[in-house]
C-alpha cells in the first residue's frame, strides 16, 4: 500500500536559518507531489505541487522542493526562515487511480521558529 | 481568487445526532473531496466524489456516513449517527483534472 513518511515531527530553527523538511513515500510509479501548510487552527494552504517536469519545483512564500525519483523523496527546502513560517508542515502524495487521485498524507512536521 | 467554504466552522452535537456539514466547492471544479484530520494526527481521506457519484471512499467511510451534491453548487457531509470518535476537523476539497486540490477552511466537529 502506498504511504507517506516524514521522519521529523518537530523541528526548531532559528529566524534567518535555512530549513529543509524531508518527506519519502512508497508507491510503484511516480506519484503527485504536494506540500501544504497548515497554521493553528486553519485550513490547509497548497505551498507547491511536483506533477510532472522539472523536478526543482518553486512554490509560494520562497519554498521549494526537489523531487528524486532514486530515493523517492520530495524534500521541502527554505534558505531564510522567517518566524511567520512557524506552522505545521504536511508532505501530501496523490496516487492517481485513473482520472482521480486522493490525497495521502505525512504525519506532518511541526516547525518551531526562534527568534 | 475562487475559494472553497464550509460551514459551519465549529459543530457541537450529542453522540448519537446526525449531523450535516456543508461546503461549496470551487464553481467549475468537477471533483470533490471529502477528509477529516483527528487532533494531533495526520490528515485521512474519506470519500471522493465525480459525475455525481462516489468514486472511491476508505475503510472509514462506512454506512454512517453519505455524501451528496443536492444542487449545482453544495457539496455534503452527512454523518448519521455520530459517535464520539467522529470529533474531527472535516475538510472539503475541489480541484479540475489535472490540477491540485483546494482545500476548505474545515469544519470542527465535536461530539460529546
Known amino acids: 500500500a502506498q504511504s507517506v513518511t516524514q521522519p521529523d515531527i518537530h523541528i526548531t530553527v532559528s529566524e534567518g536559518a535555512s530549513l529543509e523538511l524531508r518527506c519519502n513515500y512508497s508507491?510503484?510509479?511516480?506519484?503527485?507531489l504536494f506540500w501544504y501548510v497548515q497554521s493553528p487552527g486553519q485550513g490547509l494552504q497548497l505551498l507547491l505541487k511536483?506533477?510532472?517536469?522539472?523536478?526543482l519545483v518553486q512554490g509560494i512564500k520562497g519554498f521549494e522542493a526537489e523531487f528524486k525519483r532514486s530515493q523517492s523523496s520530495f524534500n521541502l527546502r527554505k534558505p531564510s526562515v522567517h518566524w511567520s513560517d512557524a506552522a505545521e508542515y504536511f508532505c501530501?502524495?496523490?496516487?492517481?487511480?485513473?482520472?482521480?487521485?486522493?490525497?495521502?498524507f505525512g504525519k506532518g512536521t511541526l516547525l518551531t521558529v526562534n527568534p | 481568487e475562487p475559494e472553497v467554504t464550509q460551514t459551519p466552522s465549529h459543530q457541537v452535537t450529542q453522540m448519537g445526532q446526525e449531523v450535516i456539514l456543508r461546503c461549496v466547492p470551487i464553481?467549475?471544479?468537477?471533483?470533490f473531496y471529502w477528509y477529516r484530520q483527528i487532533l494531533g494526527q495526520k490528515v485521512e481521506f474519506l470519500v471522493s466524489?465525480?459525475?455525481?457519484?462516489?468514486?472511491?471512499k476508505s475503510e472509514i467511510f462506512d454506512d454512517q456516513f453519505s455524501v451528496e451534491r443536492p444542487d449545482g453548487s453544495n457539496f455534503t457531509l452527512k454523518i448519521r449517527s455520530t459517535k464520539l470518535e467522529d470529533s474531527a476537523m472535516y475538510f472539503c476539497?475541489?480541484?479540475?483534472?489535472?490540477?491540485?486540490?483546494?482545500f476548505g477552511p474545515g469544519t470542527r466537529l465535536t461530539v460529546t
Open positions: 476539497a475541489s480541484r479540475n483534472p489535472g490540477y491540485e486540490q483546494y
Open positions: 508507491y510503484g510509479a511516480t506519484p503527485y
Open positions: 511536483y506533477f510532472s517536469g522539472d523536478t
Open positions: 501530501a502524495v496523490g496516487f492517481s487511480g485513473g482520472s482521480n487521485y486522493k490525497l495521502t
Open positions: 464553481s467549475n471544479h468537477l471533483y
Open positions: 466524489f465525480y459525475n455525481n457519484e462516489i468514486s472511491e
